[in-house]
Protein backbone atom coordinates (compact mmCIF):
# COMPACT_ATOMS: atom_id res chain seq x y z
CA UNK A 1 0.00 0.00 0.00
CA UNK A 2 1.02 3.85 -0.27
CA UNK A 3 3.73 4.99 2.58
CA UNK A 4 5.77 7.67 4.09
CA UNK A 5 9.22 5.72 5.50
CA UNK A 6 12.38 6.69 6.01
CA UNK A 7 15.47 5.05 5.86
CA UNK A 8 17.07 5.06 8.77
CA UNK A 9 15.48 4.78 12.19
CA UNK A 10 19.14 6.61 13.73
CA UNK A 11 21.68 8.72 12.89
CA UNK A 12 24.60 10.11 15.21
CA UNK A 13 26.48 13.30 14.35
CA UNK A 14 29.45 15.26 15.42
CA UNK A 15 27.93 18.63 16.29
CA UNK A 16 29.12 21.12 14.13
CA UNK A 17 28.32 18.56 11.10
CA UNK A 18 26.18 18.97 8.27
CA UNK A 19 23.31 15.98 8.97
CA UNK A 20 21.14 14.28 5.98
CA UNK A 21 17.85 12.70 6.98
CA UNK A 22 15.86 10.89 4.41
CA UNK A 23 12.86 10.17 2.99
CA UNK A 24 10.54 8.34 0.39
CA UNK A 25 7.38 8.45 -0.56
CA UNK A 26 5.13 6.13 -2.83
CA UNK A 27 2.52 8.03 -3.53
CA UNK A 28 2.84 9.97 -6.63
CA UNK A 29 0.25 12.25 -6.36
CA UNK A 30 1.56 14.04 -3.29
CA UNK A 31 2.48 17.20 -3.58
CA UNK A 32 2.99 18.79 -0.18
CA UNK A 33 5.53 17.35 2.18
CA UNK A 34 6.39 18.85 5.89
CA UNK A 35 9.19 18.26 8.47
CA UNK A 36 8.64 17.70 11.67
CA UNK A 37 10.86 17.31 14.82
CA UNK A 38 9.96 15.67 18.09
CA UNK A 39 11.61 16.23 21.43
CA UNK A 40 10.78 13.62 24.36
CA UNK A 41 7.73 14.60 25.96
CA UNK A 42 6.57 17.37 23.65
CA UNK A 43 4.66 16.96 20.66
CA UNK A 44 5.46 16.91 16.69
CA UNK A 45 7.31 21.17 16.27
CA UNK A 46 7.04 22.06 12.59
CA UNK A 47 10.19 22.68 10.81
CA UNK A 48 10.01 23.38 6.84
CA UNK A 49 7.41 22.00 4.28
CA UNK A 50 7.96 22.10 0.42
CA UNK A 51 5.33 21.61 -2.54
CA UNK A 52 5.93 19.52 -5.29
CA UNK A 53 6.26 22.81 -7.96
CA UNK A 54 9.54 23.37 -5.63
CA UNK A 55 12.35 20.49 -5.74
CA UNK A 56 14.64 22.85 -2.90
CA UNK A 57 13.49 25.30 -0.27
CA UNK A 58 15.66 26.54 2.52
CA UNK A 59 14.87 27.96 6.13
CA UNK A 60 17.17 28.98 9.00
CA UNK A 61 19.93 26.00 9.01
CA UNK A 62 17.07 23.48 6.90
CA UNK A 63 17.10 22.79 3.60
CA UNK A 64 14.65 20.50 2.32
CA UNK A 65 15.16 18.93 -1.20
CA UNK A 66 12.75 17.08 -3.06
CA UNK A 67 13.49 14.53 -5.88
CA UNK A 68 10.07 13.45 -7.25
CA UNK A 69 11.49 11.51 -9.99
CA UNK A 70 12.70 9.12 -7.46
CA UNK A 71 9.94 10.13 -4.91
CA UNK A 72 13.02 11.05 -1.89
CA UNK A 73 12.21 13.80 0.12
CA UNK A 74 15.57 14.88 2.05
CA UNK A 75 16.21 17.74 5.30
CA UNK A 76 19.46 18.44 5.65
CA UNK A 77 20.42 20.52 8.79
CA UNK A 78 23.54 22.64 8.81
CA UNK A 79 26.20 23.27 11.54
CA UNK A 80 24.03 20.06 13.48
CA UNK A 81 23.53 21.65 17.26
CA UNK A 82 22.64 19.15 20.74
CA UNK A 83 19.44 20.98 20.51
CA UNK A 84 19.21 19.34 16.94
CA UNK A 85 18.83 15.89 19.00
CA UNK A 86 15.33 14.55 18.66
CA UNK A 87 13.02 12.24 16.45
CA UNK A 88 12.25 13.94 12.75
CA UNK A 89 9.72 12.95 10.80
CA UNK A 90 8.58 13.36 7.33
CA UNK A 91 4.79 13.93 6.64
CA UNK A 92 2.74 13.79 3.35
CA UNK A 93 -0.39 15.87 3.07
CA UNK A 94 -2.78 14.30 0.78
CA UNK A 95 -5.64 16.94 0.93
CA UNK A 96 -3.33 20.25 0.74
CA UNK A 97 -5.58 22.85 2.38
CA UNK A 98 -6.62 20.11 5.08
CA UNK A 99 -5.01 18.87 8.02
CA UNK A 100 -4.57 15.13 7.44
CA UNK A 101 -1.13 14.37 7.68
CA UNK A 102 0.56 10.45 6.92
CA UNK A 103 4.00 10.43 8.95
CA UNK A 104 7.03 8.39 8.01
CA UNK A 105 8.43 6.22 10.90
CA UNK A 106 10.91 8.86 12.19
CA UNK A 107 14.50 8.96 12.52
CA UNK A 108 15.87 9.62 15.75
CA UNK A 109 19.31 11.95 15.48
CA UNK A 110 21.60 11.93 18.64
CA UNK A 111 24.19 14.70 18.02
CA UNK A 112 27.24 14.15 19.55
CA UNK A 113 29.36 16.98 21.74
CA UNK B 1 -0.45 33.84 20.82
CA UNK B 2 -1.32 30.60 22.77
CA UNK B 3 -0.03 27.35 21.24
CA UNK B 4 -2.47 24.31 20.91
CA UNK B 5 -3.89 23.01 24.60
CA UNK B 6 -4.33 19.38 25.34
CA UNK B 7 -6.13 18.51 28.62
CA UNK B 8 -5.49 16.39 30.68
CA UNK B 9 -2.03 15.78 29.83
CA UNK B 10 -1.91 12.08 31.85
CA UNK B 11 -4.75 9.29 31.92
CA UNK B 12 -4.99 6.42 33.34
CA UNK B 13 -8.26 4.29 32.38
CA UNK B 14 -9.21 0.54 33.12
CA UNK B 15 -10.29 -2.02 29.93
CA UNK B 16 -13.88 -1.26 28.92
CA UNK B 17 -14.08 2.32 30.37
CA UNK B 18 -14.84 5.22 27.79
CA UNK B 19 -12.56 8.44 27.59
CA UNK B 20 -12.68 11.93 26.34
CA UNK B 21 -10.34 14.02 25.18
CA UNK B 22 -9.99 17.88 24.91
CA UNK B 23 -8.19 20.12 22.27
CA UNK B 24 -8.04 23.82 22.37
CA UNK B 25 -6.76 25.37 18.97
CA UNK B 26 -4.69 28.45 18.52
CA UNK B 27 -7.29 30.94 17.98
CA UNK B 28 -8.38 31.83 14.65
CA UNK B 29 -7.82 28.15 13.31
CA UNK B 30 -11.25 26.17 12.37
CA UNK B 31 -9.29 23.21 11.26
CA UNK B 32 -8.75 20.39 14.20
CA UNK B 33 -7.11 17.04 13.84
CA UNK B 34 -6.21 14.16 15.97
CA UNK B 35 -3.64 11.74 15.82
CA UNK B 36 -2.58 8.45 17.88
CA UNK B 37 1.30 8.14 18.34
CA UNK B 38 2.62 4.53 19.36
CA UNK B 39 6.18 2.61 19.69
CA UNK B 40 5.00 0.17 17.38
CA UNK B 41 2.44 2.19 14.83
CA UNK B 42 3.94 5.94 14.71
CA UNK B 43 2.09 8.66 14.41
CA UNK B 44 -1.31 7.79 12.55
CA UNK B 45 -3.81 10.42 11.35
CA UNK B 46 -7.75 9.16 13.00
CA UNK B 47 -9.83 12.26 12.10
CA UNK B 48 -9.89 15.68 11.26
CA UNK B 49 -12.70 18.43 12.12
CA UNK B 50 -13.97 21.46 10.34
CA UNK B 51 -16.17 24.08 11.42
CA UNK B 52 -17.96 21.69 13.15
CA UNK B 53 -18.02 18.80 10.80
CA UNK B 54 -15.94 15.95 9.99
CA UNK B 55 -13.18 16.14 6.92
CA UNK B 56 -11.39 14.03 6.84
CA UNK B 57 -11.26 10.77 8.76
CA UNK B 58 -8.25 7.82 9.37
CA UNK B 59 -8.76 4.09 9.52
CA UNK B 60 -9.64 3.43 12.79
CA UNK B 61 -12.70 1.92 14.19
CA UNK B 62 -15.79 3.39 15.26
CA UNK B 63 -15.04 3.20 19.07
CA UNK B 64 -12.85 6.94 17.93
CA UNK B 65 -15.18 9.30 17.84
CA UNK B 66 -14.70 12.81 17.70
CA UNK B 67 -16.83 16.59 17.58
CA UNK B 68 -15.81 20.31 17.50
CA UNK B 69 -17.59 22.75 18.97
CA UNK B 70 -18.57 26.30 17.66
CA UNK B 71 -15.49 27.82 18.76
CA UNK B 72 -13.22 25.20 17.34
CA UNK B 73 -12.50 23.38 20.64
CA UNK B 74 -12.30 19.59 19.54
CA UNK B 75 -12.69 16.81 21.53
CA UNK B 76 -12.11 12.95 21.15
CA UNK B 77 -13.66 10.13 22.69
CA UNK B 78 -13.07 6.78 22.73
CA UNK B 79 -15.47 3.82 24.06
CA UNK B 80 -15.20 0.43 25.75
CA UNK B 81 -11.00 1.17 25.93
CA UNK B 82 -8.72 -1.63 25.15
CA UNK B 83 -4.82 -2.17 25.79
CA UNK B 84 -3.66 -1.49 22.77
CA UNK B 85 -5.09 1.92 23.10
CA UNK B 86 -2.52 3.36 25.32
CA UNK B 87 -1.04 5.64 23.13
CA UNK B 88 -0.28 9.43 23.02
CA UNK B 89 -3.19 11.18 21.54
CA UNK B 90 -1.81 14.40 19.73
CA UNK B 91 -4.28 17.29 18.83
CA UNK B 92 -3.05 19.50 15.50
CA UNK B 93 -4.75 22.95 14.68
CA UNK B 94 -3.93 24.78 11.73
CA UNK B 95 -5.47 27.58 9.25
CA UNK B 96 -3.89 27.04 5.83
CA UNK B 97 -1.49 23.87 5.61
CA UNK B 98 0.79 24.65 8.33
CA UNK B 99 0.02 22.51 11.33
CA UNK B 100 0.58 22.77 14.75
CA UNK B 101 0.63 19.89 17.56
CA UNK B 102 -0.25 20.06 21.35
CA UNK B 103 2.07 18.57 23.47
CA UNK B 104 -0.49 15.21 23.66
CA UNK B 105 -2.32 13.15 26.14
CA UNK B 106 -0.94 10.51 27.21
CA UNK B 107 -3.10 7.79 27.52
CA UNK B 108 -2.40 4.59 29.83
CA UNK B 109 -4.96 1.63 29.62
CA UNK B 110 -4.80 -0.60 32.25
Known amino acids: GESVGLHLPTLSVQEGDNSIINCAYSNSASDYFIWYKQESGKGPQFIID?????DKRQGQRVTVLLNKTVKHLSLQIAATQPGDSAVYFCAENRHPGANNLFFGTGTRLTVIP | KAGVTQTPRYLIKTRGQQVTLSCSPISGHRSVSWYQQTPGQGLQFLFEYFSETQRNKGNFPGRFSGRQFSNSRSEMNVSTLELGDSALYLC?????????FGQGTRLTVV
Open chain 2, 92 to 100: ASSRDSEAF
Open chain 1, 50 to 54: IRSNM
